[in-house]
């Protein structure tokens, strides 16, 4: 044990209990109460009321096949996912960081192996600026450090949308419309979009196009809950 261990033990991000045995930032109790998504599709990672067969999507993304490969959201967003989210974005509680990053790399080995580039979901310059960070990239960050992927920063969110909850599929896509920019050609193959939460996964859509217009060959998602 380090003096900082020592010093400041590491405790549960959800129940604040002190993990002696495994150095967890989620302790085994919460991570099994978490409301994890059992059955999804394997494209848009909308849970499903019961398994597919490999490689069969959602009604949705077969009929409106997405522009990414895959997407992995392990949880549902319930509490108490969604309260910690909130907490994160809203009130600055980055103690939930490396749980979710915990969690986040539990998740990744179920991606496609030639991932070789994460992107964080940009925010406007004016919403980070208001918020003082961007959550998708406090996320990206400690899955970057643990797989050595690098991180890209030439694509920015042009466009200062109104907020994204409340709003309707279609309400989202209007809201989207061109609102993503790349600065310079992507060199990455296979880029890996990071973010909290997917709700409709019009995001991620509006992203992917930029992303494969912009040179990247593939794109995949990777949040902590799907909506």
């Known amino acids: 044990m380090t003096l ?13 209990v002190v993990s002696c045995a495994d150095e967890r930032y989620v302790c085994a109790e919460c991570y099994a109460d978490l409301p994890w998504i059992r059955d999804s599709c394997p494209t848009c ?38 309260a910690a989210i909130k907490a994160l974005k809203f009130r600055r509680k980055f103690f939930f960081v490396p749980g979710f990053a915990e969690i986040l790399l539990a998740a990744i080995g179920e ?25 998708a990239s406090e996320l990206a960050k ?7 992927l690098p991180l890209i920063h030439n694509v920015r969110r042009t ?26 050609r992507i060199d990455a193959r296979h880029v890996l979009i990071v973010d909290d939460v997917i709700t409709t996964g019009e995001t991620c859509r509006h992203l992917a196009k930029a992303l494969l217009y912009g040179g990247a060959n593939k794109v995949s998602v990777l949040a902590i809950a799907r909506a």
């Open 111 to 135: 991606l496609p192996s030639d991932v070789d580039a994460l992107l964080p979901v940009p925010l406007h310059p004016w919403r980070q600026l208001r918020r003082g960070f961007n959550q």
């Open 45 to 82: 990672a909308l849970e499903l009321p019961a398994s597919v067969s490999a490689g069969v999507g959602c009604a949705q993304c077969q009929s409106l096949p997405p522009p990414f490969t895959t997407t992995i959201a392990p949880l549902a967003y319930a509490f108490p996912v969604d």
């Open 4 to 16: 900082e261990d020592a010093l400041m033990p590491r405790r549960c991000v959800f129940c604040g």
């Open 142 to 148: 400690p899955i970057a450090a643990a797989t050595g």
């Open 159 to 184: 466009v200062s949308t109104p907020y994204q909850s409340g709003l309707d599929a279609k309400a989202r896509r209007q809201n989207l419309r061109s609102a993503f920019q790349i600065d310079r």
